[in-house]
């Protein structure tokens, strides 16, 4: 299993301050160091973290391959396609959100889907989609002639909280509040389920699978055992131990896990 670390959240902290401190270059080095797979960054279109800068210099400095996630819009697309990182994943992208909500819909966004897809691969860039893992957005990405879908963990990581931590604070998958344990028990059953099924199917029809939203140090081994996921991108929970950690530890912690 591969590990995509995304740092985002250290250009969080960084852009609080509007300073250059902690160092994005810095983050890579400690990530190379510590055997990382790949460097993931989200160039969002409100630019509340990572900055084209960034984007630039990660691409110059890493030895790592660049997994650039963004939005289907023309504009972002063109900036993408110039910066030629290993591979792109479109996410869908809402301006108030905390983080991305959900998958790509890949029916409403069929045209601009497919614009965006041959320019990127035009310029020898792999696309990844990130999607609901359900049967139909696997076959609809497939039709679309990508290399790679990326599946939402974001609903199993929801039902996870709210059976053994605190609930999220934005719950926007799970909307229904005070379930009994038992049913929740059977949604993370259920919701597990649709994560391998999706990602068998994916893997059948020769597509490279990852997944990522939402994982964290209790809730990743059960997604790491499915087989047909090749690659988990993985961002907040380390960042948040990394303060009290260090990264490259904080690294390590989630690598034995996918072991
Ligand atoms: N994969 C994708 C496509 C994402 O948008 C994100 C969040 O930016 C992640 C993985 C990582 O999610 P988290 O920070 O919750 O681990």
New binding site residues.
């Given amino acids: 299993m591969k590990l995509g670390i ?1 740092i ?2 250290i250009a969080v902290l960084r852009e609080a301050r509007e300073v250059n401190n902690p160092n994005l270059i810095d983050a890579v080095s400690i990530c190379e160091r510590a055997k990382a797979d790949q460097i ?1 960054i ?1 160039l969002r279109e409100d630019r509340r973290h990572i900055q084209d800068k960034d984007v630039e210099d990660i691409i110059n400095h890493s030895i790592l391959p660049i997994n650039l ?1 963004c939005a289907i819009e023309t504009s972002i697309i063109e900036i993408v396609s110039k910066m030629q990182p290993h591979r792109a ?1 479109l ?1 869908p992208e809402k301006r108030q959100e905390v ?2 909500e959900g998958g790509l819909s890949i029916e409403l966004n069929n045209q601009k889907l497919t614009d965006a897809i041959s320019n990127l691969q035009e310029n020898e860039i792999e696309v990844s989609l ?1 999607i609901d893992p359900t049967n139909d957005a696997v076959s609809n990405a497939k039709a679309l002639g990508v290399e790679w879908i ?1 599946l939402h963990t974001g609903s199993y990581s929801n039902i996870w909280a709210m059976l053994y931590s605190n609930l999220p604070k934005s719950n926007h998958i799970v909307k229904e509040l005070n379930l009994p344990r038992a049913t929740l028990k059977q949604m993370l059953k259920d919701e597990l389920i649709r994560i391998e099924d999706a990602a068998n199917l994916a893997y059948s029809l020769g597509l490279k699978v990852a997944a ?4 964290n140090y209790q809730n990743t081994p059960l997604i790491a055992k499915i087989e047909s996921i090749e690659e988990l ?5 380390i960042i948040a131990r990394s303060i009290f950690t260090g990264l490259e530890r904080a690294i390590l912690d989630i690598k034995e896990l996918l072991r």
């Fill in positions: 995304n985002d959240h993931t989200h996630e994943t996410v983080t991305t990130f990326e990522g939203h939402g994982l991108n993985i961002g907040q929970t």
